[in-house]
């Protein structure tokens, strides 16, 4: 996806501060686009100016930067003014500081044509999308060009040399914003076997009472598709009817949420890996219909154990030990290795003397790995601490799992010489018994 870097401006008007976008106007080209002879697609240049998006509660005069259109109105220039009469926008504040988060946001815009409606039919129509990376609101407005006061003078208007549409007298193009299709968490992770709530809403201006809202979740996931939910409601005088297909067990939204607040979330009960994908929130009503996209990540963290519960040198052979992580998700998983013997002030990396099995993946989508370190015991003499430490997308923190290297009981080695001895004794006497046979002979 093309990004853009978004510089943000703040305005203080009579009723709110004003953000200021700059995006791109996206339109399909003329020429080959590729080597399936696609269309091309073209970016012009352009601005997005929410009017009164956020109220002036909390916000210090100082802290903005006032926008001002140009002293002369060119008709190259293409800054879509936003007003939202009657539409508030969940979260708009996000907005305001994106830039001092140093977030960036991805502004597009693209001509719209509503149901039932021609391509070039009055007014206009364009639709904006408005994504705020890192975290944050994600948007799709549907723009409606509005009459101006040059328009409805005798004062030809300024024309917008690539719209073809009439500018106010500040060089503007005068839009509202009648539909919006918007997520507050556009990406989010949750664990096996959880619950989670996949964020989507509407928001419309003179929605028609007992109008039919029509929504459909689908999920993309490795280049496949399939629609999960959908579901067309309506307001009765007593209660709200309901349309609905459901195609996977522990999937819901509630239809009265949806027709009289704009709800059009999605819960998913008792997640699995196949669960991870993008879904699509898509609302409709009325003329307009537009969508959001909600990224779902699974995560299972790894469970972690060493090989041994202790460590103990009987002798001058080195010893295996193995670091298990069992069942994780998704799959990269980091492992290392650390030793810090008592005489040492910070633990020294043995990382590169191990070695990692092959992953094994489990029936239910998880994975394990096993990490494999040698010690030596002229290295590791005992009080040495040896540390596997895990990292993983699940983990929050690094998991360290620990053992230290202890002596040898002295009982286990006095019998051990003694079993030696035993053994060394009989030994020798076979010998010597069988040296005596051999010359009675």
């Avoid at 305005?11 to 399909?28: H, K, P, Q």
């Avoid at 370190?373 to 895990?390: A, E, F, Q």
């Amino acid at each position: 996806m093309f990004t853009i870097l978004v510089f943000l401006w703040m305005v203080y008007g009579l009723e709110g501060a004003d953000v200021v976008l700059s995006c791109s106007l996206i339109e399909e080209g003329g020429g080959m686009g590729g080597m399936m002879g696609g269309a091309m697609f073209k970016r012009i240049p352009s601005t997005l100016v929410f009017k009164d998006l956020v109220g002036n509660d909390g916000l210090s005069p100082e802290l903005v930067t006032p926008y001002n259109p140009p002293e002369t109105p060119n008709a190259d220039d293409l800054i879509f003014e936003l007003t939202l009469p009657s539409i508030q926008i969940p979260n708009a504040d996000l907005l305001l500081h994106a830039d001092c988060n140093e977030q960036e946001v991805v502004c597009e815009i693209s001509r719209y044509v509503p149901r039932g409606a021609e391509l070039d039919s009055l007014p206009a129509h364009f639709i904006g999308s408005v994504q705020l990376e890192g975290g944050g609101i994600s948007l799709t407005l549907v723009l409606q060009t509005l009459h101006n006061e040059t328009t409805q003078s005798d004062t030809q208007p300024l024309m917008q040399s690539n719209l073809n549409l009439p500018l106010s007298q500040s060089g503007t193009l005068l839009t509202e914003v009648v539909f919006v299709v918007f997520s507050r968490v556009p990406s989010i992770m949750a664990p096996i076997g959880g619950d989670v709530l996949l964020d989507c809403g509407f928001r419309q201006k003179n929605s028609i009472p007992g109008q039919d809202v029509a929504l459909e979740w689908r999920i993309q996931h490795r280049g496949n598709g399939r629609k999960i939910l959908d579901i067309k409601a309506r307001e009765t005088e007593t209660d709200v009817g309901q349309d609905l297909f459901v195609d996977r067990e522990g999937t819901s939204a509630e239809a009265d949420l949806l027709v009289r607040d704009g709800n059009a979330s999605l819960t998913l009960k008792r997640l699995k890996v196949i669960d991870e994908g993008t879904y699509i929130c898509t609302v409709g009503s009325g003329e307009f219909q537009t969508q959001q996209i909600v990224q779902l990540h699974i995560t299972q963290p790894p469970r972690i154990a060493l090989s041994e519960e202790k460590l103990v040198f009987q002798d001058s052979k080195p010893q295996k030990l193995s670091c298990h992580c069992h069942r994780y998700y998704p799959l990269d998983v980091q492992v290392e290795w650390f030793s810090q013997a008592p005489s040492e002030e910070e633990p020294v990396s043995l990382s590169e003397e191990s070695s990692l099995s092959s992953h094994q993946q489990h029936s239910d989508g998880t994975f394990s790995l096993s990490s494999h370190l040698t010690l030596r015991p002229d290295k590791n003499p005992p009080g040495t601490v040896i540390t596997c430490r895990v990292s993983h997308l699940a983990l929050e923190t690094l998991s360290d799992v620990t053992l230290t290297v202890d002596k040898p009981d002295p009982n286990t080695v006095f019998w051990t010489v003694v079993l030696m001895l035993a053994i060394s004794v009989v030994f020798l006497s076979q010998v010597f018994r069988g040296a005596g046979a051999g010359a009675e002979n």
